[in-house]
């Protein structure tokens, strides 16, 4: 079975600190992609990263950082320097990589983060 | 823009009746397409893989009588919510599977936000 835990329910920083969203995963997979995904206030859900579990290396875009670690089953977000436009549910997913199970996401709660200015 | 169009984005129904959502793909063909469910403040949660031509497949819990899924074209899967009650307000929303040359991507769509009164 699948899961992903996001243990953060909410994050509040004031404009221009940095924060980081943590995500740890299970699955019996042994290949395996991995995504974040951000979902503003109107509901669409826009696309931020996917990850395939062979490359472990850690990606930056942006303000935007991800720290992929198989070790510790964990994939982590920072978004630097925050603005109040990056307030929003960020989620994190997996998705094994089979015909049958490639692209049925299994998303973690969800952390919330509120940025002030 | 856009390469999965969900509508419409909003719904209001009377309790008792059924009513639809549509999904499609714009830009390719999608065999597998996925639709997803999320009340207030919580994550989002796979209801059904909807197949191109074959029954949709429906996740433990779901009913496969009262959430109608059909999937008649490689663009086209719709979600029917029969006897809509106000338990089942919730934002739903859809995904596609694209297998094209240019790398296996899933594309959501905007979501749809149903009110049941």
């Known amino acids: 079975a699948q899961k992903v835990t996001q243990a953060q329910t909410e994050i509040s920083v004031v404009e221009k600190e940095d924060v980081t969203l943590d995500c740890v995963y299970e699955t019996r997979d042994t290949t395996y992609y991995l995504f974040w995904y951000k979902q503003p206030p109107s509901g669409e859900l826009v696309f931020l990263i996917r990850?395939?579990?062979?490359?472990?290396q850690n990606e930056i875009s942006g303000r935007y950082s991800w720290n992929f670690q198989k070790s510790t089953s964990s994939f982590n977000f920072t978004i630097t320097a925050s603005q109040v436009v990056d307030s929003a549910v960020y989620f994190c997913?997996?998705?094994?990589?089979?015909?049958?199970?490639?692209?049925?996401?299994?998303f973690g709660a969800g952390t919330q983060v509120v940025v002030t200015p | 823009g856009a390469v999965v169009s969900q509508h419409p984005s909003r719904v209001i129904c009377k309790s008792g009746t059924s009513v639809k959502i549509e999904c499609r793909s714009l830009d390719f063909q999608a065999t597998t397409m996925f639709w997803y469910r999320q009340f207030p403040k919580q994550s989002l949660m796979l209801m059904a893989t909807?197949?191109?031509?074959?029954?949709?497949?429906?996740e433990q819990g779901v009913e496969k009588d009262k959430f109608l899924i059909n999937h008649a074209s490689l663009t086209l899967s719709t979600l029917t919510v029969t006897s809509a009650h106000p338990e089942d307000s919730s934002f739903y929303i859809c995904?596609?599977?694209?297998?094209?040359?240019?790398?296996?991507?899933?594309?959501f769509g905007e979501g749809s936000w149903l009110t049941v009164v």
């Open positions: 995904s596609a599977r694209d297998l094209g040359f240019s790398g296996n991507t899933i594309y």
């Open positions: 990850r395939n579990s062979f490359d472990e």
């Open positions: 909807s197949n191109e031509g074959s029954k949709a497949t429906y």
């Open positions: 997913a997996l998705s094994g990589t089979s015909t049958d199970s490639w692209g049925k996401l299994q």
